[in-house]
Structure formats: C-alpha cells, structure tokens
C-alpha cells in the first residue's frame, strides 16, 4: 500500500496562483456579458427615453466597470511573496473592493439624480415593448454572472468576487423592476417610470451598505467568529494538545492566515512538541480551504498565552523603565 503523502506550502501548483487565476477568467467572462447587455440596454434607452432602463443601464455598466479593478488585484495575487511584501500582494484584492464600493455608490448617485431630473422636466417614454425586453435581457445577464461570480467567489474564498455577484444579482432584480415602469407608462401613468428609477436607486444604496460592510470587515483584518471556533476545535483536536490559548486570523485577499498559540505538556522533548505543532497544523489546512498558511507557537501548559510572554518592567540602554 502506497503512503498517504502530500504538503501545504507553496510549490508549482500553489493554490494562492491557482485560485486567482479562476477568478481572472470569472470576471474576463462575466464583464463580456454584463457588457452586452449594457450596450443593449443603452440603445433601447436612448431610443424609448426610459429614465428607469436608463438608471438599470448605468448600474449595470458601474458592475461592468468593476471587472477592471478586480481583474488587476488578481493579477497581482498571483504574485510571489517577497522581501517588501512578506504576505505576498493579496491586499491589492481589498483595495479592488474599496473601488467596487465607491464604482456602485456613483452609479447610485447618478441614477439617482437622473430619476428626479425627470419628475421635474417629465419626457415620453415610448417604445414599451422594447424596454421590457431589454429590462427582460439585463435580468437574465445579470442572473448568469451573478451565478457565476458567486459559485467562484466561494469556491476560493473571495469576500470581493462574492460581494460583486450579489451585486449582479440584485441588478437582475431592479431590471426587473423595469418592467414594473413600462406597465405603469402603458396604463396611464407615466410618472412610474422615474419612480422606479429612484427606487433602483435606493436599491444600489442598500447593496452598497452590504457590499461595503464585508469589504471594510476583510481590510480591517475582521473575520467570522465560527471561524477561530472553527480553528480551536480543529487544532485543539490534536494528539497532545491540552489547551488552544490564542488564536489570530487575518485575510490577505481571498487567502487566510493564522496565528495558534497551542498548550503541551512541558515535560516533553522539543522534538515531541514539535510534532504536535505540525499535526496541529496539518489538521488546520485541511479544515479551512482558504487557509494559506498557520503559524503554531507551542507553549508549556503551566505557561501558556500571551499574558505569560510578557517581560517584566526593566531598564536598558537608558531607556526608561518598561515592559514588553
């Protein structure tokens, strides 16, 4: 019987290039369809004068703009740690995630302001028929990247790529609210076309407080509470290991990393704590997908934290007193 034989570092197929170049192809992919349907939506908007098709038009085209700064943070992620970024370039993703932000609150704002210009100077809407196929069109597009983005997103972990194809799919939503538009034009009141503009409106306000939230949580180094349950049971479940003390987690973008600190009997030798440490490890890597890498600090049991590292107040090099 062969061994059960393999690692979790970096090599030729190191999941960090792996993953991000799925999410490359995700977001190459779905900017071509959310691009069409843009081009789509636009001709018919321009061509009826429908200011709700119009404000689902410039939301779609802000998430198809979005692909730019998502498709350079995964190029960048790609990129090898090395002696400036010791964590390797995976912030770049979070950064992209700010633009996102910033890229749906103006096409919030623009809708937005487009919507109230019309109650004030109202313009006929015709060409009904077509404006519900194109509002009909942007729903499908939209449903398919969100789909998309959102199965990737998941797969590698990416809070960026996930926020992005929720994003889409409450395009498909407020495309569809289009439709809701055109049947008030068609039945007389032709001021439920700016209204469901401004409602579309509200609707990019409310994805960009989601959106946001998630983004910012990942930039702050914020993680999921179940995830450091998640890590204490794993590590904890080790041979050896009669205490989990600290844990740290920290995102780097769509890759994790993580600090344990692991309590052992401190009667054993340095290489028998060493071999828990690496179980420890092991059991930690296959637990969590997205975890790139974990750091196992191990402790005896009677000392054991971060409280029992601290060096008591001193002095040296005439500096004044203090501790660490």
């Given at each position: 019987m062969r061994a059960h034989v393999h690692t979790h570092f970096l090599s030729a197929a190191d999941p960090v290039v792996t993953t991000s170049r799925r999410a490359t192809q995700a977001v190459l992919r779905s900017f071509a369809v959310l691009c069409l349907t843009a081009v789509v939506q636009a001709a018919v908007a321009w061509y009826s004068g429908s200011v709700a098709l119009l404000a689902d038009t410039v939301h779609n085209a802000a998430d198809a703009s979005t692909a730019l700064p998502l498709w350079i943070a995964f190029r960048f992620a790609r990129r090898r740690p090395d002696q400036r970024f010791t964590y390797g370039y995976g912030r770049v993703e979070d950064l992209a995630g700010v633009i996102i932000v910033?890229?749906?609150?103006?096409?919030?704002v623009a809708a937005g302001a487009e919507s109230i210009r019309r109650f004030a100077a109202p313009v006929p809407v015709s060409a009904l028929g077509a404006v519900a196929a194109a509002a009909f069109a942007g729903s499908l597009g939209n449903e398919a990247v969100a789909r998309y983005r959102i199965r990737v997103g998941k797969e590698i972990g990416s809070a960026a790529l996930v926020a992005d194809g929720r994003h889409a799919r409450v395009d498909g939503l407020t495309s569809l609210a289009v439709l809701l538009g055109a049947a008030g034009v068609s039945l007389g009141?032709?001021?439920?076309?700016p209204l469901v503009g401004l409602l579309i409106s509200a609707a990019i306000l409310k994805i960009v407080w989601g959106t946001g939230r998630e983004v910012f949580l990942r930039l702050l180094d914020g993680t999921d509470p179940e995830t450091v349950s998640e890590?204490?049971?794993?590590?904890?479940?080790?041979?050896?290991?009669?205490?989990?003390?600290?844990?740290?987690?920290?995102?780097?973008?769509?890759?994790?990393?993580?600090?344990?600190?692991?309590a052992i009997d401190g009667s054993l030798p340095v290489s028998e704590g060493h071999s828990i440490a690496t179980e420890a490890r092991h059991r930690l890597m296959h637990r969590?997908?997205?975890?790139?890498?974990?750091?196992?600090?191990?402790?005896?049991?009677?000392?054991?934290?971060i409280a029992s590292h601290k060096v008591a107040s001193h002095n040296h090099d005439d500096l004044p007193d203090h501790s660490h």
């Open positions: 910033v890229l749906i609150l103006l096409s919030a009141y032709p001021a439920a076309d890590i204490r049971e794993a590590a904890g479940g080790a041979p050896g290991v009669k205490e989990v003390t600290e844990v740290r987690v920290r995102w780097s973008g769509h890759r994790m990393y993580g600090e344990v600190n692991l969590l997908p997205y975890l790139t890498d974990a750091t196992i600090h191990v402790d005896p049991v009677d000392a054991s934290g």
